[in-house]
């Protein structure tokens, strides 16, 4: 284990700046705002102030105020800050991002959960937290062979925690692929003593048991079930192109920092709870931070294969005996891309802690950080001595 500083080269910011200098726009309908994808004006202007006023050297001290380190597990790197409690009662805890974010989606709650008293909170609801980075994203290693899925993400991350980093017992979080990671954990070391409950904003497991001798959906299911057959006709097509032609997309979106730009920050505005005006919820140096991580790191590719990598893992249904047994919780922001009522999650989960939240997206940690933090703290009370 090392000791890490985020320290992005002159050459690779120049390099950056030279191509956001040389952009071929291409054409909009006039008046089409958001309809067909990114609106052209709204990212003329972000990039302008990408390239004028944005400022990567203030926001690298900032994140290198968090307290980085690298490992090598099974020969692969992973990247995490690991923020521990003054108070030694605290609760270790692995906090896992999805897509398209990378670890700064967890900066707001890192401090509100590792020094609850310098935020408000009573020092008892303490976590040790550990918010490594997705293989191929950001500051960990691109892979360099397939079948590092949510799965194998959550042996590493097992390993992270109980050799690397030497906890006996530890809580999980995640939201969009961190929830498959969070799952994973649950699935794959339920009859251990490791993992003390998971706690997630979106369901990610690979189907609700539906076949001979379960129970009939209830309403609240199949509007979910409608609900989620809209969003996919509207809103999946990046999901299938993840997930069967990752390789193609990539040429465009790792040589042009406006086509990444462009595929990114519609994300953000469609899944968040930003009523069409995404710095509503997210700043330009908000976006950008993120997006510059991915620029740097050069792991555009390797985030979005991910996808084709948890398709033999997410594409089929689990069998009835499958269930997570573990104890789990389900924090349901409305304006997430799923919303799924309890009795959806309770086929696949051993909800034991259920909160449906007034207001909120899918990037939770950044639109609503004391909500979301409130709530782990919350469920984890009872696992406290």
Not at 18 to 31: F, N
Not at 46 to 75: A, G, Q
Not at 362 to 372: D, G, K, S
């Amino acid at each position: 284990m090392k000791k890490f500083e985020i320290n992005i080269s002159d050459e690779i910011l120049d390099d950056l700046k030279y191509r956001l200098d040389r952009v071929r726009w291409p054409d909009e309908i006039p008046g089409s705002g958001w309809m067909h994808g990114t609106n052209l004006e709204y990212l003329k202007e972000l990039v302008e102030y990408w390239k004028t006023d944005f400022d990567w050297r203030k926001h690298e001290d900032s994140l290198n105020k968090f307290t980085h380190f690298t490992t090598n597990i099974e020969d692969f790197k992973i990247h995490f800050i690991h923020e521990k409690s003054p108070n030694k009662n605290a609760i270790p805890i692995v906090i896992t991002h999805g897509w398209p974010s990378t670890f700064y989606e967890m900066h707001k709650i890192i401090p509100l959960l590792s020094n609850p008293e310098k935020n408000g909170g009573d020092p008892k609801d303490s976590f040790d937290v550990v918010a490594p980075s997705l293989p191929g994203y950001g500051f960990s290693s691109r892979p360099t062979k397939s079948g590092l899925n949510v799965r194998e993400t959550a042996k590493l991350w097992n390993s992270l925690m109980t050799t690397t980093l030497g906890y006996e017992k530890y809580a999980a979080h995640g939201g969009d692929i961190g929830a498959g990671v969070t799952t994973q954990l649950g699935y794959l070391y339920s009859n251990s003593d490791n993992i003390i409950g998971l706690h997630f904003t979106a369901l990610n497991r690979p189907g609700a048991y539906l076949g001979e001798g379960s129970k009939d959906l209830t309403k609240a299911e199949i509007n979910h079930v409608k609900q989620q057959e809209k969003w996919n006709h509207e809103e999946a097509a990046y999901n299938r192109m993840h997930s069967t032609r990752p390789q193609t997309l990539s040429y465009g979106l790792n040589d042009s920092p406006i086509g990444l730009a462009g595929w990114i920050v519609e994300k953000y505005r469609a899944w968040s709870d930003c009523e069409g005006d995404i710095e509503s919820r997210f700043s330009k140096d908000d976006l950008l931070i993120n997006l510059t991580i991915y620029w740097a790191t050069e792991t555009i590719n390797s985030s979005i294969r991910m996808y084709f990598e948890n398709y033999p893992v997410t594409g089929g249904s689990f069998e009835k005996s499958d269930k997570i047994t573990i104890p789990t919780a389900g924090a349901i922001f409305p304006h997430d891309i799923a919303t799924p009522p309890r009795e959806w999650a309770e086929r696949s989960y051993n909800i034991v802690h259920w909160t449906e939240m007034p207001k909120g997206g899918h990037f939770a940690a950044m639109e609503e950080p004391e909500m979301l933090v409130n709530d782990i703290r919350d469920f984890y009370r009872q696992f406290r001595n």
